[in-house]
């Protein structure tokens, strides 16, 4: 019924989706953070062009921002399309593991400020 | 059944055979914010709910019945939340329902039979992890796919008898601006069963669970020229630019909230006058159909005059929640929340505080409880310090008494000055939350997410269920709070009884022996004369009196002292409290309440309200702390009464010095 995508599916095979890393300054008192998912075309988000589209790699949040924007959709593997770069940032994120290349369908937007949209980082640019 | 215009047939597949299926008595719904849910649930219950807070929290908790075949069943309307997971106050709430520790007001503590979870149809791969959440408690569920009609423009196809086979759950399609599918919800949760399928546990695993549904059992089809289709450079995307733009978005701004409050005013004048004449009818007829007495006076004068004077403001307050419902619903106010993170930041406080500070402009109480949306504790700490600045409703009696002696008969200049209460109020507020920033609430800022809703025409069924609730709020405190202090005020006023002065009597003397031409005039100054002795001497003069030393610079005398005194519980009480406080000392016959207010006199006959007197109350009331229950709600959501006790101390003392200030300046002048 869908379109499978052949760059979403390379891309999820090839990153391991945990995600979410927090500060281990600003919580001291518990386990010391994952370790982050190195990748080498990651890039911040705003280093995007409005109208450009990437994929999440990872974010590195303190812990309540990271868990925010993740339950609003921003997580790993999510595919996103800047909508507007400045302040705020808004990102456009397109639903499901396959819906890059799609037209129409699902998304939802989310306006960043400038400081937490620094520590999305993304790969896989298109645009 | 994969079709775009999925009806909502009956389930086969989620449905395992000889499950158990309880008859619903009471459900929960939940649902991410934006997804149409309170729309649904006034689309469902209507007018049949009631409002209040859940025991012990700050969140709102709307309880709806909606009556079926079957009975009747009771709708909880719960937070908009993102995950059942997230340690925020909306979801701690949504927790505690569905375990059973947490019931609405009114009701015992226990878990509801089954919950409703609400799923935006054009973001259905977010909205289903919340939904694998609700089915892991392992309660009857229903899934509401809402916003099927936008889902369909977009060219979405949803499988929904694979959708419901997947979640083990009933799934129905609806609309809930349209009505469409809505019966069929009503019967899926009348008939709702025990999820046969349990989510995975771990986030990661129900991330991909929801994703792999998604993927499952949507596809996208083409539409036509005229679908609506992301990924492109859309008329949201050029919308967005202009209204979060750094000058643009201020002028858009500045222009929304102006035609609001003009909207307000010009709208409002109608309806203000024709309660102002019921009230004023009602009283004439009471004066004529009793008898002459204490009872007649108290009825006519302070129970009716007393509440008519505070229930004259309901159509602009109305008109206040309707357009700000009407223009959340547009999606633009999150927009303007970033607009106003630009704003705000240099003052210490995070867009965060938009929202919190928008609704104190309507009452401080559900503003400072909306704080807990920020989560930062010192820009929380510094909002709920500010945010009884904003001009609430119950200010505005006191707004549009005074700008209405000031500006007798020149509207715009009364609705400058309306703005500029307004305006002040905001300045005081930056202002105090600078000065807190960088002192006793010293530290970094917390940047900003904020989900932006689909741009859409507003819901108007959805606005006046949120006025008509406000209003009834409004008017159950008119009845009660208000009318309370109004029977207070008339007996302090009214008592002790005391022998008229020698003066009245001696020309009650002259009257007798004096021709019938002049007698009436004279009798009416005898009566004035008595009027004015009995008021200074009743407890209420007394109280006034013994005040009036401290706010005598600000220009007040005694009358204004007691008025400013007995609206500390509530700012709305002045205006009614003026009116006993004048219609006891002078005859207001064929004149409304306004009228008789703005034409009082002093004990030594001069005019109470001048223009410098005028200016003073308005710069008082704008920044004074005169509202006990925002006091209570600040100690409590602050955590602690120093900062009830901050607040009160820094927005009195700012509000005398600024009076003071003003009464001076303009007195002297």
Known sequence: MTNRCHECSAAADGVTPVVVTT???????????????????????????????????????????ADLLRAMGLRSLARIRLCRLGEPCIVEVLSGSESCGRKGGCACRIGLARPLADKVLVGSVEG | MSTAASQAAPSETGVPPGSSVRPPVRFALIGNPNTGKTTLFNRLCGLRHKTGNFPGTTQEARIGTVRMREGTLQLVDLPGIYSLELEQSEAEVC?????????PPGQKAAAPDGVCVVVDATNLARNLVLVGEALRRRLPTVVAVNMIDLARRRGLVIDLAGLESRLGCRVVVCSARSGEGVEALTEAIAAAPVPNR??????????????????????????????????????????????????????VFAAVMTGLFWVIFALAQVPMELIDRVFAAASDWLDGAMPEGVIRDFISHGVVQGVGATVIFLPQICLLFFLISLLEDTGYLARAAFVMDRVLRPFGLPGHSFMPLLSSHACALPGIMACRAIPDRRERLATILIAPFMSCSARIPVYVLLTSILFAGRPMMAALA??????????????????????????????????????????????????????????????????????VLWWLGAYPHVDPPPEAVQIREQAAA????????LLEEAERIEARHASANSYLGRFGRAVEPVLRPLGYDRQLSVGVLASFAAREVFVSTMAVVVTGSEDTEDEGVVQAIASARRDDGAPVFTTAVCWSLLVYYVLAMQCLPTLAVTAREAGGVKWALLQLGWMTGLAYVAALAVYQLLGAS
């Open chain 1, 23 to 65: 500060h281990a300054r600003a919580l001291p008192s518990q386990a010391p953070a994952p370790a982050v998912p190195e990748t080498s075309d990651a890039v911040s988000l705003t280093s995007l062009r409005p109208g450009q589209t990437a994929q999440v790699r990872f974010t590195n949040l303190e812990a309540g921002d």
């Open chain 2, 95 to 103: 927790r505690g329902v569905l375990a059973g520790t947490l019931a």
């Open chain 2, 514 to 521: 004096a021709d019938p031409e002049v007698r009436g005039a």
């Open chain 2, 198 to 251: 349990t989510p995975p546990g771990t986030r990661d695993g129900l991330e991909r669970w929801a994703d792999e549904i998604y993927d499952q059992c949507t596809s996208v089809v083409e539409t036509g020229p005229n679908a609506v289709a992301i990924g492109v450079d859309s008329l949201t995307d050029r919308l967005d630019r202009v209204f979060t733009h750094p000058v643009l978005g201020l002028v």
């Open chain 2, 418 to 487: 309306f703005v500029g209460c307004y305006a002040l109020g905001i300045v005081a507020a930056m202002g105090t939350a600078l000065i807190f920033r960088r002192t006793i609430l010293r530290g970094k800022g917390r940047p900003m997410a904020l989900e932006l809703p689909s741009y859409k025409r507003p819901a108007f069924r959805t606005a006046l269920l949120g006025t008509w609730d406000r209003a009834f709020v409004f008017i159950r405190n008119a009845g009660t709070n208000i009318l309370a202090i109004v029977v």
